[in-house]
T-cell receptor, first 114, second 115 residues
Framework: EAGVVQSPRYKIIEKKQPVAFWCNPI?????LYWYLQNLGQGPELLIRYENEEAVDDSQLPKDRFSAERLKGVDSTLKIQPAELGDSAVYLCASSQGEVTDTQYFGPGTRLTVL | QQQVKQSPQSLIVQKGGISIINCAYENTAFDYFPWYQQFPGKGPALLIA?????SEKKEGRFTISFNKSAKQFSLHIMDSQPGDSATYFCAGQRDSGAGSYQLTFGKGTKLSVIP
């Protein structure tokens, strides 16, 4: 069974440019998460989807970040415009949504903003 | 507010030794405590997890010890191997409603097992 797929794996952009990350969760997983992981830190939740509905986006900086999950499967996270401080790894995870459920993480997209 | 405090930040252990990583939590709404292992360039992967109604869980060389009254839990890696060299994250999970669960991670411990 394929795991969580993310692309691109690496992205280098100049500040003020837009950038988008794509995630394909494990088949059948209704819950999808986007996390931000700064160097030397644990992942921090940005947004959580139940099917196509964003049920927790309280940590998403909505002035520059947006996300969507069309048809409740793939998801896209966008930053516009990017700032130097956005340099980090963006992780996508999915789960089936049960109490002892495992969140399966993708390999992440490493963003560098110059 | 950091809800899960993890220590040490880094750990060097000789092959065959015991690696011990400690975590403390603040949020009593957490009802599931997983440990994740992350290799460079990879996403975190679940290693072992425990519910607060048990004090210990063992899977192979990995053991979680849980102290609910102290709100502390720890990961023990017995007979540590160079292949165990990775960053380990403890986490607390709570029911965030709508059938999904929110993880709060510690800051991680970078383990290096030297031959």
């Amino acid at each position: 069974e394929a795991g969580v797929v993310q692309s691109p794996r690496y992205k280098i952009i100049e500040k003020k440019q837009p950038v988008a990350f794509w995630c394909n969760p494990i088949s059948g997983h209704n819950t999808l998460y986007w996390y931000l992981q700064n160097l030397g830190q644990g992942p921090e939740l940005l947004i959580r989807y139940e099917n196509e509905e964003a049920v927790d986006d309280s940590q998403l900086p909505k002035d520059r970040f947006s996300a969507e999950r069309l048809k409740g499967v793939d998801s896209t996270l966008k930053i516009q415009p990017a700032e130097l401080g956005d340099s980090a790894v963006y992780l996508c995870a999915s789960s089936q949504g049960e109490v002892t459920d495992t969140q399966y993480f993708g390999p992440g997209t490493r963003l560098t903003v110059l | 507010q950091q809800q899960v405090k993890q220590s040490p930040q880094s750990l060097i252990v000789q092959k065959g030794g015991i690696s011990i990583i400690n975590c403390a939590y603040e949020n009593t709404a957490f009802d599931y405590f997983p440990w994740y292992q992350q290799f460079p360039g990879k996403g975190p992967a679940l290693l072992i997890a425990i519910r607060p109604d048990v004090s210990e869980k063992k899977e192979g060389r990995f053991t979680i010890s849980f102290n609910k009254s102290a709100k502390q839990f720890s990961l023990h890696i017995m007979d540590s191997q160079p292949g165990d060299s990775a960053t380990y994250f403890c986490a607390g999970q709570r029911d965030s409603g709508a059938g999904s669960y929110q993880l709060t991670f510690g800051k991680g411990t970078k383990l290096s097992v030297i031959p």
